[in-house]
């Protein structure tokens, strides 16, 4: 991601739009068809940065300094470079072929951690475990289902990059304003050839610039993205606490948890996921307020985007990164799950008693209020039925056989081990050569 993000990316980038606008007005008759061929030629070969940094000190335009550069090399052809364009055809398309490689990095990314987490979902589909809510035991859950929805999550990420995609991946070659009026009558045929030519879509009309809330829409996915991996980390990082101790995140033989207290491991992987999350969402902001611009072009977004589309992008990988080097490292603890399980047996069958009651005539508020209150001492088995049946109301509507019956009944988890697998046998809707 970094090497896309490069200076000498980002030139190899303006180069290749160049070209291909010199190829195509060459052969619409727009430029001299040799002058086309030594464009060509020169683009062919990465334009110095130092030189382009250098003619930057006079010019104080970097496209104007990479143009200059470009022109001077291709000798007695180089008045044709450039022709007709204004910076933005040059540094928008450009900065679309730079989040195509970016999206196809992060689809890439994305991929291999949507695999770590559909692995999950298969192997502990029927582990059952203590569901929680609001922090407090609930009824259980399986530690499959709880990675498919995750995974559910994982694929909707997934495709939500390939829906924005061809709202994002567009490029312009309309010259000044976006009017195409430099090229005369070959304006539209010019860039609907160059953006085939460079596998980017052609908007249904631009301004000077690329229309910005293509990239804001991106950058929301990103923080969006993020946001859900933050969500599997925060998880992982609570099942890690010592209290509950059901899964850790991997670590290596000697790695240092605290500088003063040996003992310690900590969920330090997860903890920068859910820290670098914070900074992505942070990027929002410029992303939305580049959105608004003067007439058809101002420079108010620029200096900005060469921050946020980088680490918007720089960010989500690293985060994906780790998330994969968690999941597919995910030490799972089957004891602490089943003595948890156990220790919240009493609890998650509140929602059974209550049902049973109800169905057995009692009234609900009354249903309610006693299995509170006879759930509050901890107690299972007879002792807990005795308790049960000690109110008057509950023995008028159900038999000691019927409440001993269910007391000793495993609830089990519902439908989640069936989903889990469900899910996990849902593919995803896109493959690396989409982009």
């Known amino acids: 991601m970094r090497a896309i993000f490069s200076k000498s990316n980002r030139y190899r980038l303006w180069l290749t739009v160049e070209r291909e606008v010199a190829r195509v007005q060459g052969d619409l008759g727009l430029i001299p068809a040799d002058a086309a061929a030594a464009i060509d030629a020169v683009g062919r070969e990465d334009v110095d940065p130092a030189a382009i940094g250098a003619a930057e000190t006079w010019t104080g335009h970097e496209l104007a300094a990479f143009v200059h550069v470009l022109s001077t090399s291709a000798g007695i052809h180089g008045r044709w470079t450039h022709f007709g364009l204004t910076s933005s055809d040059v540094i928008d398309t450009g900065g679309a072929l730079q989040l195509a490689q970016a999206a196809g990095?992060?689809?890439?990314?994305?991929?291999?951690?949507?695999?770590?987490?559909?692995?999950?979902?298969?192997e502990y589909a029927d582990l059952s475990m203590a569901g929680r809510t609001h922090g407090q035991y609930a009824e259980p859950v399986t530690l499959g289902g709880k990675f498919a929805v995750y995974l559910d999550a994982l694929l909707r990420t997934s495709d939500r990059l390939a829906e924005l995609s061809p709202r994002l991946l567009v490029g312009k070659v309309g010259g000044a304003v976006g009017a195409g009026a430099a090229f005369g009558d070959f304006g539209e045929e010019l860039e609907r050839r160059v953006l085939a030519g460079l596998g980017l879509g052609v908007a249904r009309l631009n301004s000077q610039a690329i229309a910005r809330d293509r990239i804001a829409e991106f950058v929301g996915w990103a923080a969006l993205s993020a946001a859900v991996l933050e969500n599997i980390a925060t998880e992982i990082r609570n099942l890690q606490r010592d209290e509950i101790a059901e899964l850790r995140e991997p670590r290596t033989?000697?790695?240092?948890?605290?500088?003063?207290?040996?003992?310690?491991?900590?969920?330090?992987?997860?903890?920068?996921?859910?820290?670098?999350?914070?900074?992505?969402?942070?990027?929002?902001?410029?992303?939305?307020?580049?959105?608004?611009?003067?007439?058809?072009?101002?420079?108010?977004?620029?200096?900005?985007?060469?921050?946020?589309?980088?680490?918007?992008?720089?960010?989500?990988?690293?985060?994906?990164?780790k998330m994969t080097t968690v999941l597919a490292g995910l030490e799972v603890d089957t004891t602490a799950i089943a003595r948890n399980l156990d220790r919240a047996a009493t609890i998650w069958m509140s929602g059974t008693l209550l049902r049973l009651l109800v169905s057995s005539g009692l009234a609900r508020p009354e249903a309610y209020q006693v299995v509170q209150q006879c759930l509050r001492s901890g107690h299972r088995g007879d002792q807990l039925v005795t308790e049960l049946l000690a109110h008057s109301e509950v023995a008028a509507v159900v038999t000691v056989d019927e409440l001993a019956a269910l007391v000793d009944t495993d609830l089990g988890s519902g439908w989640y081990a069936d989903r889990a697998r469900a899910v996990a046998d849902v593919p995803s809707s896109w493959s690396t050569e989409d982009l």
Request: aromatic share 2%.
């Open 105 to 122: 990095l992060l689809r890439e990314e994305l991929h291999t951690l949507t695999d770590a987490c559909r692995r999950l979902a298969m």
């Open 253 to 321: 033989m000697r790695q240092v948890g605290s500088s003063a207290m040996p003992h310690k491991r900590n969920p330090v992987l997860c903890e920068n996921v859910c820290s670098l999350s914070r900074l992505v969402r942070s990027l929002v902001h410029p992303a939305l307020e580049n959105v608004i611009t003067w007439h058809e072009r101002d420079l108010a977004n620029s200096a900005n985007e060469r921050f946020v589309i980088p680490q918007a992008c720089l960010l989500l990988e690293e985060m994906a990164r």
